[in-house]
């Protein structure tokens, strides 16, 4: 059928048409409109909708007055998304009318050559026009720093930029607009006015971010950059000096190295130093720590596992780290706390090299060097069965004894000197000085966290110190604060060493109560490593298990 482009159909009450003309004058189009009109009562007629009965459907608008009906048909393709808009929303007006007055986000409105169309009501007081005064006027002469005519050009959208206007940062979305065929017919531009002081906080959150990126971009280089090789190893103390002569030594016999030592002295640093002075320093350290895994988790961790080998596993099953160190380097630390149905498959790959993944049958090889590292009691733990000579023997081809910083405490203002000079580059900040008081009184502490803890300690002053130098005082405790680690937790029959007297200081009380509070942060920083074990807690801290239920009574632990 050939339509004209538009029709009108005017029906009265009683069905009579009074006016038909164009499309209208079909009586394929007028016959299913009267239709509809007469039907309204029971099925009422949305104010646009598209005759399906046409052939092609088409477009039709109604307007109504009491007794007579005005059916306005249009001869284009049906918008079927706008149509339906209108159909289903019986509100459409209000929303198409609070989009283009909402007083926070004005709209601009601008033609294919840039001509400004419709400015909202809030954008003409915003720039003290009078109302309507700037349609049909090119967007530039009207809006400072428009780019509206550009995006009609582009076709490409611009979302959530800067604009300056009347000396004020806004943010502007500009949005081309295109036809049905998909030819540019203008752009709209929606300015944000709501809350300027969110920008505000956009702008110093940002700046915040930008802050944090460098901190990080400066932690990673200085990541990076960090050899681990002998040179991280701070001190010049005989102990320290002979431990790095045995490192050199060690580090290119091919053979498993078990490092012991308390925790904090630095066993980690030590295989890494190892790993780079060997011939396998050009392949992987893998890094694994018994201590800090569920039991359930070791041995997949360690050997791998097949597809589905257990429930949550990975569907594409796993390489576990003995693969993954294949011609590198095993650090295994906290070998001690390593569950003995474990021992016995560690033992059996460090004979001959050959394991299975879990729930796999095939025998799999891998060539590491293993590097050990346990604070615990080996003698002990053999005597009662907790860890396996045959394993002791393997693992301990050689044994490099770390020394504790009480034995080695000539080397404190150097550790701590590179501590502070650490700090001072990670943080980007100026480097504060120790001194020579505070050297003393560092050095009067028995550190039983050792190098760790003196580092933290050191950390800890060097950012509520007041001055540039650092005073024994900065390492006491600040109101609520934790105080540094001056004491230890001292097992009940030994006497804490005593810190160099202070003037106008209630002596006893504070360093009782800085004790208990060092006391209270070690046991529970230890609980935490242990997931509440008290029993491993009391060892690794080296105090009786009834000591501990004590403390823990006083610190007002319900668990024990
Ligand atoms: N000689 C040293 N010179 C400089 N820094 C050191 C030295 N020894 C240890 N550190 C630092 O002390 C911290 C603890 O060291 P590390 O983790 O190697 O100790 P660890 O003996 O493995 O401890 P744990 O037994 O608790 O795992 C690290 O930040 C490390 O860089």
Known sequence: MAYDSYGILVIDDNNHQLVASGLARNALVSRPLAARWN????????????????????????????????????????DAALVEFFASVDFAADILRHLITNPFAAMVVVDAAGIVRYLSPVHERFFG??????????????????????????????VGQLQVMNGTVRIVNRTPIFDRRNRPVGAIGQVMFKGPEA?????????????????????????????????????????????????????SLDVPVLLVGESGTGKELVAHAIHLLSARSQKALVLINSAAMPANLVESELFGYEPGAFTGADRKGRQGKFEIADQGTLFLDEIGDMPSEIQVK???????????????????????????????????????????????????????????????????PELANTFLAQFSARHNCRMKTLGSDAISFLQSLPWPGNIRQLQHAIERAAIFSEGDIITPRDFEFSGEE??????????????????PQREAQPATTSMQSAKDQVEAEIIREALRKFNGNKKKVAESLNISRSYLYKKLALMGDHTS
């Open 346 to 412: 560690l033992l059996r790959v460090l004979q001959d090299g050959t394991f299975q993944r879990v729930g796999g049958d095939q025998t799999k090889k891998s060539d590491f060097r293993l590097i050990s590292a346990s604070n615990r009691d080996f003698k002990a733990m053999i005597a009662e069965g907790e860890f396996r000579l045959d394993l002791f023997y393997r693992i301990s081809a050689i044994t490099l004894r770390l020394p504790p910083l009480k034995d080695r405490l000539e080397d404190i």
């Open 482 to 499: 934790m105080p540094i680690a001056v004491g230890a937790v001292i097992p009940p029959h030994e006497e804490p060493q005593r810190a």
């Open 129 to 158: 026009i009078k109302h309507a005064s700037a349609i049909g006027r090119h967007v530039t002469e009207v809006i400072e720093n428009s780019r509206l005519h550009e995006v009609v050009k582009s076709g490409k959208a611009e």
């Open 199 to 251: 920008i505000v906080q956009l702008n110093d959150e940002i700046g915040r971010l930008r802050k944090q990126v460098s901190f990080y971009e400066r932690e990673l280089s200085g990541l990076r950059s960090r050899s681990y090789g002998l040179e991280q190893i701070v001190g010049s103390s005989e102990a320290v000096k002979k431990l790095k002569a045995d490192i050199i030594k060690v580090a």
């Open 39 to 78: 039907q309204r009562l029971k099925k009422p007629i949305p104010r646009i909708f598209i005759l399906e009965e046409a052939s092609p459907p088409l477009t039709c608008a109604l307007i109504d007055t009491p007794g007579i009906g005005c059916f306005i048909i249009f001869g284009d393709e049906p």
